[in-house]
């Protein structure tokens, strides 16, 4: 105003009597409303869509969003970044990766997955993936009050696999690998010293002409401190112990048929599974029930919260049950399909070793031993704790066992 402009409007003239200042402010009001309104239904559409199972937020890695006829956009795999992070959250859940580090470091290795300016996958980023339950195909947004809708959009992994993830997440798991692990040193970080029981490390010694590779023990209190250890010595007497792990092929035929019995056995009690799902989640909707008429008559806020939480409870244990009886209803491959992998391994446990694939190497470490095995500097390898397979296999195997005679345990009486 002090330039010498003038407020002026298509729609309204501007005055500084009394009147003109009464009707521009119930405009800007007026306005104002309208404003707040179409914010309003917007958010109540948005809400009415994801209740409907249409995911509204921009697409997670993994997902893009596709038009649809009669849909709209909705979710649909970005292939291959879908089957990357299907792969990563898999590992992680079945313990392949053992720390978020590890999943980092596949999915930079992976040249699918986005990455920021630097160059690199946050850890953040990781962890964001790994809780993101949109991935097993429901969405849970609980300050928007939305829990456990079921999307329209193709699940990369079932809910069980999610559950999985969480329970490692909150749980304390045992560091499996470390950054610096290469192939030179597959067994470092597990091995453990004879002396001490820590874990050995190695690294190389240099000499005139060339560089000796060694494991140690670098604990200042173990009797062992840095005594080495030649790593071809260890790998020897590694080899040697997880040859022994191989049965012969007539052990290998009974232990399939085994394992064939107990598959069978199992298939005949998913029937009397699937009532006992059926029941339990009939159980459960008569519960919910119960917490919403109690809901609306009560008055304290504390106790409709404590309502609310059970009632969330309640449907992810519904999901659960849900997706336990689709996979108990749906038809499953035979036996030979299903253990195909399984008894290729403990058919021959060293072919992952021979591959000389520091994946696979740690692949071994994970399946073949129960505890981590100890190693004497003089006498090698101790007795190794082995992994249920295998001692199954060692106890159909062990000469001790006998039939039963005909006339019982019990001693005979003349």
């Not at 970005?78 to 992680?92: H, K, M, R, T, W």
């Not at 339950?133 to 999610?162: A, C, N, Q, W």
């Not at 000499?207 to 250890?229: D, H, L, N, P, V």
Request: net charge positive; with cysteine.
């Amino acid at each position: 105003m002090k330039a010498g402009g003038r407020l002026e409007s298509p729609s309204i003239e501007f005055g500084e009597d009394s009147d003109s200042i009464l009707v521009e402010h119930l405009l800007a009001s007026v306005s104002q409303h309208h404003r707040q309104k179409n914010a309003e239904q917007v958010r109540n559409r948005v809400r009415a869509r994801i209740m409907n199972g249409y995911w509204t937020y921009p697409a997670p890695p993994g997902y893009r969003y596709k038009a649809t006829k009669g849909q709209g956009k909705i979710l649909v795999r970005d292939e291959p970044l879908a089957s990357i992070v299907q792969e990563a959250l898999e590992g992680f859940a079945s313990g392949r990766f053992g720390t978020q580090s590890e999943v980092k470091r596949f999915l930079e290795n992976s040249g699918v997955y986005p990455r920021n300016r630097e160059g690199i996958v946050r850890v953040q980023r990781v962890y964001e993936m790994l809780t993101r339950i949109i991935y097993s195909g429901y969405i849970d947004l609980p300050d928007k009050g939305i829990t456990m809708v079921e999307g329209r959009h193709p699940p990369l992994i079932d809910f069980s696999t999610f559950k999985r993830i969480q329970d490692r997440l909150n749980s304390k798991a045992k560091v499996c690998a470390r950054k610096n692990d290469d192939e030179a040193f597959p067994l470092r970080g597990f091995v453990k010293c004879g002396s001490c029981g820590g874990p050995l490390t190695g690294g190389f010694s240099t000499g005139r002409s060339k560089r000796y590779a060694y494991y140690f023990c670098f604990s200042r209190s173990c009797t062992e401190y840095r005594k080495s250890i030649k790593r071809s010595d260890m790998h020897t007497r590694f080899e040697e112990v997880i040859k022994r792990l191989k049965p012969s092929r007539t052990l290998l035929t009974i232990a399939s048929e085994m394992f064939n019995d107990i598959w069978n056995s199992r298939q005949s009690q998913n029937k009397k599974r699937l009532d006992t799902i059926r029941k339990e989640h009939a159980k459960i909707d008569h519960q919910v029930t119960q917490l919403l008429d109690r809901i609306v008559d009560a008055e304290n806020d504390s106790v409709i919260s404590a309502y609310e939480k059970r009632i969330q409870t309640l449907d992810v244990r519904k999901v659960e049950l849900k997706e336990l009886a689709e996979e108990i209803e749906k038809p499953k491959a035979g036996f030979e399909r299903t253990f195909r992998t399984a008894m290729s391994f403990l058919s021959n446990p060293y072919k992952l070793w021979a591959s000389e694939e520091l994946n696979h190497r740690r692949t071994l470490l994970k399946l073949a031993f129960l505890n981590n095995p100890e190693y004497d500097r003089d006498s090698g390898f101790r007795t190794a704790d082995f992994s249920i397979p295998f001692k199954v296999l060692e106890g159909i195997n062990n000469n001790s066992c006998h039939m039963v005679p005909p006339h019982g345990l019990e001693p005979r009486t003349y």
